[in-house]
């Protein structure tokens, strides 16, 4: 098929072709609209010596016809996807005015049709569902805030006692704690007396290590952030050697609360 241009006491009109489409941005992609706006402009400029036949026209029209119920129908799952996503954990980014990119963390709370668009509601703020980011397993957020501690060794030489030193991450927001207990073994507590304590960091007296038992100990740490109480087990691992333990001391100041509930439980239950 050939388009031809109207002609006007012998010279070729540059006759543009008619549209009452908004100016948009240039695309790879061929979208309905402009599929229908070709259609169009192949009718009104065919050449009328060599027209276009109806099974043409039709078959055209099938294709725009089965492109639109495509879109339409990935717009639907899109949305129905953004619809599910209430109550996840999710990231999502925002631009500044400089260009860089701004980074939320928090959990959608609700979803917002706008324009065929779904907007994400994250504390407060809408989101285009574009900068989705990221969505993150059910309580991920708030391990984040976790009080934390990393793996720590220390050896300890009966014959050079030392003190060791170690620093804590307290946690954030709902989840922070504000002081620590430090358990021997899962079995007994260190008194609160031999371990002293500047901003996140703490010192365990080397009177501790002396009363261990030569050998490898692991230390807990049970962080007293109501309502959570997180326990990070064996962080520390102490080597001790030429330690002499004393038959009586009081570095120690009970056993493991947790076992000693239990126990109390147990005796209660035998004696009804």
Do not use: W
Not at 139 to 145: A, C, S, V
Not at 148 to 160: F, R
Not at 162 to 176: C, I, M, P, Q, R
């Amino acid at each position: 098929m050939a388009l031809i241009q109207p002609v006007k006491d012998g010279k070729i009109e540059n006759t543009a072709i008619e549209t009452t489409a908004k100016d948009r941005k240039g695309t790879s992609e061929l979208g309905k609209d402009a599929f229908l706006q070709l259609l169009v402009a192949q009718m009104k400029f065919q050449d009328p010596l060599n027209p276009t036949s109806d099974t043409e026209y039709i078959a055209q029209l099938a294709q725009f016809s089965q492109l639109e119920q495509m879109q339409n129908l990935a717009a639907t799952n899109e949305n129905s996807q953004m619809f599910s996503m209430v109550g996840k954990e999710v990231c999502v980014s925002s631009e500044n005015e400089d260009g860089t990119l701004n980074y939320k963390q928090g959990i959608v709370s609700g979803v917002t049709m706008n324009g065929g668009k779904a907007y994400l509601t994250v504390d407060g703020t809408l989101y285009d569902s574009e900068h989705l980011v990221e969505v993150y397993e059910a309580g991920y957020l708030l391990e984040q805030k976790m009080p934390k501690m990393s793996y720590q060794y220390y050896a300890y030489d009966g014959a050079k006692p030392k003190n060791f030193s170690f620093e804590v991450d307290f946690g954030k927001e709902e989840a922070k704690a504000t002081e620590i207990a430090l358990i021997v073994d899962g079995e007994q507590i260190i008194n609160p007396d031999y371990i002293r304590k500047n901003k996140n960091y703490f010192t365990i007296n080397q009177d501790v290590f002396h009363q261990l038992t030569p050998g490898k100990h692991k230390i807990s740490i049970m962080f007293n952030n109501d309502p959570y109480y997180t326990t990070r087990e064996d962080v520390i691992e102490v080597d001790v050697i030429n330690s002499e333990p004393k038959e009586e001391s009081d570095v120690f100041v009970s056993n493991n609360p947790v076992e000693k509930d239990e126990e109390s439980s147990k005796e209660s239950e035998t004696e009804v």
